[in-house]
């Protein structure tokens, strides 16, 4: 089903709860009545393009939303990207680890059962981190000032010679998926731990576990589909216009 402008932003949700974070990562609080997608947007000053970009990339994964949103300015690309790597850092990875805490088991292996959940959840958490700080500190920041250089009609020279020496496409090389520190978390699981007590939880945990995969894949997508080609493009306008 494609999202379009004119449908509630309700029956969206009704019909797809997978939407849920997205539609918060955008600031949009429930309780929106039977509001269209136009209206909440208008209401939210939110570029209803982008939004609906992203809306349908998250719901249907054969949606190839990457051209539209390339001629859309990359600060709010940006922008929804760091509002992404808040709800993975603040939200889901401390309900995640506030989940294993919850788990139980009985005999004298509970302790290292416990231990080594929370070794390999680690392991996850540090990847996860050392990969979204170094976006925010560096690749981001850069983006942007790349875009901003590109809509100057008087770009900075000194920015323009460092292109020589520094280019989103090392970048783009090296840009991991963080899949295999999540691939054995996610084995660790289903495979060798011992049954908790209340596996009701352990089911739980799986399940967040795979949503923030998905979630961080799509992530991922946006940022060499749109954000790598887009930059690579400025790089090259600027250098010529040098
Ligand atoms: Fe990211
Ligand atoms: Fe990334």
Same mark, same amino acid.
């Given at each position: 089903? #494609? ?15 997978? #939407? ?53 300015? #990359? ?52 990847? /996860? ?13 850069? /983006? ?83 954000? /790598?080609?887009?930059? /690579? ?10």
């Amino acid at each position: 089903m #494609l999202i379009t402008k004119d449908l509630k932003l309700a029956e969206v949700i009704l019909r797809n709860y997978h #939407l849920i974070p997205i539609v918060s990562r955008f600031g949009i609080q429930f309780g929106f009545g039977d509001k269209s997608v136009a209206q909440i947007c208008e209401q939210y000053n939110i570029n209803p393009v982008f939004f609906l970009e992203i809306v349908n990339a998250f719901n249907d994964k054969d949606y190839l939303p990457y051209e539209k949103l390339k001629k859309i300015p #990359l600060s709010q690309t940006v922008n929804y990207l760091l509002k992404s790597h808040h709800y993975y850092n603040k939200v889901k990875l401390p309900d995640i680890e506030n989940l294993i805490g919850r788990l139980e088991w009985e005999g004298e292996d509970a302790d290292r059962n416990k231990n080594v959940l929370q070794k390999f959840f680690g392991r996850y958490l540090k990847e /996860v981190k050392e990969h979204t700080a170094n976006e925010e500190k560096e690749i981001y920041p850069y /983006v942007l000032e790349l875009e901003k250089n590109y809509n100057s009609e008087k770009p900075s020279s000194t920015f323009i010679e460092n292109l020589t020496k520094k280019s989103i496409k090392d970048y783009a090389d090296t840009h991991d998926e963080l899949n295999a520190a999540l691939l054995d978390l996610k084995n660790i699981i289903i495979k060798y731990l011992q049954p908790a007590k209340n596996s009701e939880v352990t089911k739980q945990i799986l399940t967040e576990t795979f949503k923030l995969d998905e979630d961080m894949k799509d992530h991922t997508k946006l940022e060499d589909n749109v954000i /790598v080609p887009v930059a /690579v493009m400025m790089e090259t306008e600027l250098k010529k216009r040098s």
